[in-house]
């Protein structure tokens, strides 16, 4: 299997500062048919199921506001918020679709300091 | 829109089986183009794929080695559904089960607290 680590585990972040989640995978998840990384990431908040924000590693889902980007290739990864908003505090997860069986990082929290 | 609703009971008592559904509209359980999961969440295992069912020239499904021995996923195309089914349960399955298409997971059911408890 492969497995998903994130760092930090929790950040606090001032209102319209940035906030950086890394993901670091166990072996390079770059699915070669499309030369795309098969990363996700989602925001969770409590009591709601994940959402996705990202796919591709760097492929923003629609309706997802520009401030929330990612980057990376091969094992390591990252997801910026640029500016933070209130609404951004939530629980950040990335997880990889390269393979069987899925696997998700154990998660980043956000808040607001 | 996608839609996914779960249906299914709450509590399941130690030993018995875990029985859950979930319904699809905008899209096709049959869909090639696609693969119907099953995910659970807890404190303690986090984010935890289960299985997923999906259709090509034939119907396949694959299973997390953690529940191989426990699990079946299927689909019913005459209902445009898919279920979810973990026998022999115990407190340690405790968990919010959700239903998801796809690979990178764009749409979810609403989740399911599953208790396990006499």
């Known amino acids: 299997d492969i497995v998903m680590t994130q760092s930090p585990d929790s950040l606090a972040v001032s209102l319209g500062e940035r906030a950086t989640i890394n993901c670091k995978s166990s072996?390079?998840?770059?699915?070669?048919?499309?030369?795309?990384?098969?990363l996700a990431w989602y925001q969770q908040k409590s009591g709601q199921p994940p959402k996705l924000l990202i796919s591709g590693a760097s492929t923003r889902d629609s309706g997802v506001p520009d401030r929330f980007s990612g980057s990376g290739s091969g094992t390591d990864f990252t997801l910026t918020i640029s500016s933070l908003q209130a609404e951004d505090v939530a629980v950040y997860y990335c997880?990889?679709?390269?393979?069987?069986?899925?696997?998700f990082g154990p998660g980043t929290k956000v808040d607001i300091k | 829109q996608v839609q996914l609703q779960q249906s299914g009971p709450g509590l399941v008592k130690p030993s018995q089986t875990l029985s859950l559904t979930c319904a699809i509209s905008g899209d096709s359980v049959s869909s090639n183009t696609t693969t119907w999961n099953w995910i659970r969440q807890s404190p303690s295992r986090g984010l935890e794929w289960l299985g997923r069912?999906?259709?090509?020239?034939?119907?396949?499904?694959d299973y997390a080695v953690s529940v191989k021995s426990r699990i079946t996923i299927n689909a019913d195309t005459s209902a445009n559904q898919f279920s979810l089914q973990l026998n022999t349960v115990t407190p340690e399955d405790t968990a919010v089960y959700y239903c998801a298409r796809g690979w990178a997971l764009k749409y979810w059911g609403q989740g399911t607290l599953v208790t396990v408890s006499s």
């Open positions: 997880q990889q679709y390269y393979n069987s069986p899925l696997t």
């Open positions: 072996q390079t998840i770059l699915y070669s048919s499309n030369n795309k990384d098969s």
């Open positions: 069912t999906y259709q090509r020239s034939r119907w396949f499904n």
